[in-house]
């Protein structure tokens, strides 16, 4: 008894494809061993472009994400016949197709891209002062064990973490694809620990909680969550000792006034004349301001027969 066996049109390019009855559809393509290629298939391009084209469709074909890079797949699908059909016009117009899509849209296709037609696509891509290739934002995954009254601080601390590294790539600065995950890393580890210890708000987060988390979780670095703590008003924020002090807290220094330095002969001159004009206690005290350079705070603390000797 023969295999039996079904007709299928190839995702690629449409092509008719004879496989196995049971093969699902989105699995079989112009390469199967009983392919029969489309009158424009690929793989019968001479210049091995259509080759390469037709192996980076079935790289991305045998994903298994409905959602690739933030995109569904039939938008990488259309991503490459566009590159193909610019390939065969010229380089400069593949660079402006490349230039039209997003960094991550350009990172995916670069990842997805057989080894032999990367090396052509990144020296496409560094025409002009280049084309820069990120990988999509990670996104933090929020347990089902933490309380939902602990979920909406953290979903907007996501949020703003997120604005954040927007921002900072629009200003030319670079960050890590973590960036967001990083910095949420912490806190669900407290959202976590709280809610296992049945508290279902963050002004429940107070020192003795803390003391107990930092305790479970040695190798968690305190000053790491000072900006959440502040960021959901928590009743107890973790001072960071590092840099320079932060706003409003800065300890009152006294000011430190410059010392008015006298020419050797005025200060005899200074002398003399207080001599004649004053006392001798009230001179001797003088004396130990101009030419010691005492505080004359200190001077007036002084008892009169500390400075005579006389009772």
């Not at 393509?29 to 392919?35: E, H, I, L, P, V």
């Not at 489309?38 to 080759?51: A, M, P, Q, S, V």
């Not at 954040?164 to 912490?186: C, F, K, P, Q, W």
């Not at 008015?260 to 001159?269: A, C, D, F, G, W």
């Amino acid at each position: 008894m023969g295999t039996l066996l079904s007709t299928f049109d190839c995702p690629i390019c449409g092509g008719n494809v004879r496989a196995h009855y049971h093969t699902k559809p989105e699995n079989v393509s112009c390469q199967a061993n009983s392919a029969k290629p489309g009158e424009k298939c690929w793989l019968k391009e001479t210049d091995k472009l259509g080759n390469y084209c037709f192996e980076w469709l079935s790289s991305i074909q045998r994903k298994r994400q409905t959602s690739l890079a933030g995109q569904p797949r039939e938008y990488y699908f259309e991503c490459v016949q566009l590159i193909y059909a610019a390939f065969k016009v010229s380089k400069k117009s593949v660079f402006a197709l490349f230039a039209s899509y997003s960094a991550e849209t350009r990172w995916f296709l670069l990842s997805t891209c057989p080894s032999r037609l990367h090396a052509i696509l990144q020296q496409i891509m560094a025409i002009n002062g280049g084309l820069s290739a990120r990988p999509p934002l990670s996104k933090p995954n929020l347990p089902d064990s933490i309380d939902p009254g602990l979920l909406p601080a953290l979903r907007s601390f996501a949020s703003r973490a997120e604005n954040r590294y927007h921002r900072l790539i629009a200003l030319g600065h670079e960050r890590d694809s973590r960036y967001v995950t990083a910095r949420m890393n912490n806190p669900i580890a407290l959202a976590v620990f709280m809610s296992r210890m049945g508290k279902t708000s963050w002004k429940q987060a107070t020192s003795k909680v803390l003391t107990s988390f930092f305790k479970e979780h040695p190798r968690r670095r305190p000053n790491k969550l000072n900006a959440f703590l502040q960021f959901v008003d928590a009743p107890i924020t973790i001072e960071d000792g590092r840099g320079r002090p932060k706003k409003g807290k800065i300890r009152n220094t006294q000011k430190l006034t410059s010392l008015k330095v006298l020419p050797r002969n005025q200060i005899e001159q200074e002398l003399a004349k207080a001599k004649q004009s004053l006392r001798a206690e009230y001179y001797l005290a003088f004396w130990l301001v101009v030419v010691c350079g005492q505080d004359t705070s200190k001077i007036k603390q002084l008892a009169l027969d500390q400075i005579t000797g006389k009772a």
